[in-house]
Each structure stands twice: as structure tokens, then as C-alpha cells.
């Protein structure tokens, strides 16, 4: 069958399902995600396969494209993957958290469907059911920019993935039993590039090759469990192009770090001697430093990588002032034509102010995670389809927390469904507050944000004269160092339920994410997709019958 058959079929067969858009191409995935046996770190064990694949294939896809994936989940247990950074515009039904979908039942299949919409850059998916995470079933995710929109740099030789992560030796089901027994995980085992640490023996293939002079791209992203990572090349600088969607400002660097769920891009030449060099990525901010290495050889090169491997930096204020050095490309485009710094969002008047405090407490002897004294558990019924049933005031209450942490909020906390309410079109400012000695990673769904601030100690308003109001990145990610505060500013122009979470699996699987549920008051089709005719369904809302559809 032809491609436009194919499409033309697939538009006729989804109906009023309103989110494949039959203008644009769209690429079609079918994934088997099964246990394997790999030997990661050097010994046999248990990880999540698709396709055979770990890590597991990458999406390469164009702004605009509409992007099918069938999967067949073949574990033994629920299973759902997420696009992390992809906005899903008008359409938190396809997020992939357990907050707006029922979870892919062993031995069954479902196809998701949504659209990389006015959006490019580099990107990630996991799985956000249980600790897969630790397990596998991760991988890139790029969207390439449409042809006739310039891009800020000549196209590389090559365009190359680079998932750098923290790694276990014990499985995600041993990981999970030591969490529901209220302990938390003990340091990782070690550092992986691509599901690979080289031994250094003469006998490593090359994740990657390059051809003397040529200049290549490189999508980096700590897909890990636990720890930020520093990422570096043995005698190459790298200039960053690209953070999670936006372009940057073209600065050199020797290393990066890459806190857990980021993606950075960068340009490589390779201008050395043509041989073999070390990629190496290694743990920050922790007594022990794991390391792990790749190798990059040059075609026809001669000579092993050297021994001896280029050195990380020591210190948060070395990683904040990197922080500080990243910018807003204000000239280049992105997905549209228009520059992005023609969006000011500097001068948009903030219409809410929430301030986030994480914390560790104990919650009947075990361990849990909050924000702002509340931590997270998923109902049965994903919040969003009870709230499109109408029946939301059975699975959960909005205003759960208030927008400034209690007085006890780092000793205390309560267990259950953690919704925000917020209004549509509002612009918000969020302060993420750390009072804890490790370093927390923040993801936001359903938009991209500007990280303005991130300084130490404790935020007040009139730390506001210290943001970047000009040219602060727009992404889905921000860290937050210890003992310190981060502020990011956004417009929710997204109706839908969206997660706000750590990046770090054990922390959001004890409870340190929320919702924020922005109503479709007008019920229209403008605003919001209807709930695909495909949606699982589960809970309470399971037997129930299908709401009106939105109007115009």
C-alpha cells in the first residue's frame, strides 16, 4: 500500500478523533516492548526491550509531522511511555502520564497518536508506569526543521543521539520492591552511553564515527535514574546550538552537564588527529564519581583513545555559572519564521505566582516525596477522564495545595491526588524552592517555559530583579541546586491536564509531581481535541457513557 493510501485510510478511519492532522505527513512506528537479557555494566540482567532495541529506536520527525506509534506492551504488568517536551498541543490525552491515560494492559496494544506541532529540537521518551525507566524502553526523539525555515548553523555531516544515564544492576522490579518497602535507592552502579561503558581494551566498537574536518551534531541526553551528569569529548570543544527546543546562543564549551531529562545540541569538528577519542560522561555532585565512556573514531584513523580522560568539573557554582551562560537565540527562527525573540515575554504581566517546595518526610514509617506538603498518588481513574466524565469530584479535588508551602512543609505531608486548578490563557510564574542537599530536576508538560532565575538560598519577590527578562531559554526542564531556588515564567494557552514532576523516577514514583488541569470552560474543539474514540478506559469511568463532544 502506498504512503498517501495509507494516510488517506488512517485520516478516514480516526473520525472525530481530531488528532492526526491529514495536511501534514505523518511516520508510523509499530513497537514491541518485551524483557530482555543484556549485559550493560559486564553481568547479566533483566532489561525492557523495544523492538529488541536498548535503548530503544529513535524518532526522527520533522515540525508539523503527525507521529503514530502502535505499541504492544509484552510485560507482564501496565505499561505507558511519554514524549518528554513534546507539547501535544490541544491533546493531553496522548501525554503518556498516568494522570491523563489508562495504562497499556499486559498483552494488549495502543496507538498513540499526536503531532510535533510548531515545534523542533531534541527530545526524549520513557516509560512513566512503575520504575520501567530504570529498566529501558527509552529513547530520542528529534524533530528536524522544516526545509524552508533557516536554521542558524550549516547542516552537519551527520545528526547523532547520545543518551547518557546512570545505570542499576538490579532490575526495575527489584528497584520498586526497595521502594514500596519505604527505602530509598542506594547510589548506581555506574554510567552508560547508549546502553554501552567501553573497556578501554582495544576491542570497543565505535558508537560513532566521523570524517576528518567535517563537522558534525550531537543530540545529548541524560536519560538516567539519579544523577547529573558532565558530558565531554577527549580534544574537541562543543558549540551549543539547541536546548530542548530552542535555539541558543552559539557558545563553546569543553564539558556540559546534563541534569536528568535535559537535551542539549551541539556542533563537533573533527579537527584532531584522525584516531580513536573518548566521549565520556561521569556523575556530578556525589562523593563517588562513576564514569562512563564511548568511543568516537575517525574514519581511516589510527590509534586507540588515550588512557588518560579529560577531567570534570568540581562544585555547583561551576554548573550555575554554565546555567547563567546559556541564551535565547533572539534572531534565529525555530518552528515558524518569525524570529523567536519576537515572543517578549518579559513584558507580559504575571497574573499568578506559585511557589513549590519539595521535601522528604515519612508518611506511615516509609519514605515519601511532596511538593508543598502533598504527595502524589495516581488514582484508578486517570484524572483526566474523570474530569471529562464529570465525575472529577470522585477522584480528586483541585486547590489540594495552596500556591505558598505550609509552615511544616518540610517535616509533614499528606498522601493523595495533588491538582492544581489554573486559568486558561493566564501567564504564571513558578518558584521551585530545594531545601534539600541534592540537586532536583523539574519537568513541565504540556509547554515550554522561560528559565529566568536560579540562585541560592530562599526566594522572595524581590529576587524578580535578578531575572533574565530578555533572553532566558524557553524549554521543559529546570534544576535546582541545593539549598537554592529556581523561577520559571509561562502562559497556559494549553487547555488540558498537564504533570508537573521530578525528573528523578524514585522521587515521582513516591509522590513528587502534580497536575495542573486547565479547563476547556467553552467545550470547543478550538481549544482542545475530544477524547479519541481510541482512549482506554478504566476506573470508574470504564462502564460509563461517552460525554457529548465538543462543539466549534
Known sequence: MSGMMHLLLLCLSLGTISVVHCGDPTIFFEWNVSHGTLSPLGSPQQVILINGQFPGPNINST??????VNVFNNLDEPFLLTWSGIQQRKNSWQDGTLGTMCPIPAGTNFTYHFQVKDQIGSFIYYPTTAMHRAGGAFGGLRVNSRPLIPVPYDTPEEDYTVL??????????ALKQ???SGRTLARPDGVLINGKDAKGDGKDEPLFTMKAGKTYKFRICNIGVKSSLNFR???HWMMLVEMEGSHTVQNTYQSLDVHLGQCMAVLVTADQTPKDYYMVASTRFTKTVLTGK?????ENGKGPADSELPE???GWAWSLNQFRSFRWNLSSSAARPNPQGSYHYGRINITRTMKLVNAATQVDGKLRYSINGVSHVDPETPLKLAEYFGVGDKVFKTGS???????????KAVILPNVVDQTHRDFVEIIFENHEKSLQTWHVSGYAVFAV???????TPEKRKNYNLLDAVSRHTIQVYPNSWAAIMTAFDNPGMWNIRSENPERRYLGQQLYVTVPNTARSIRDEYNMPDSALLCGIVKELPRPPPYGK
Open 401 to 411: 495545595i495552596k500556591d505558598d508551602p505550609p509552615a511544616d512543609v518540610d517535616t
Open 312 to 314: 570534570a568539573p568540581e
Open 164 to 173: 547518557i544515564g546512570d545505570w542499576y544492576k538490579k532490575s526495575h522490579i
Open 453 to 459: 532565575a536560579i540562585e541560592p538560598g530562599t526566594w
Open 233 to 235: 569529548i577527549q580534544e
Open 63 to 68: 515540525t508539523n509531522n503527525n507521529v503514530v
Open 294 to 298: 564511548g568511543i568516537l573514531r575517525y
Open 178 to 180: 526497595q521502594l514500596d
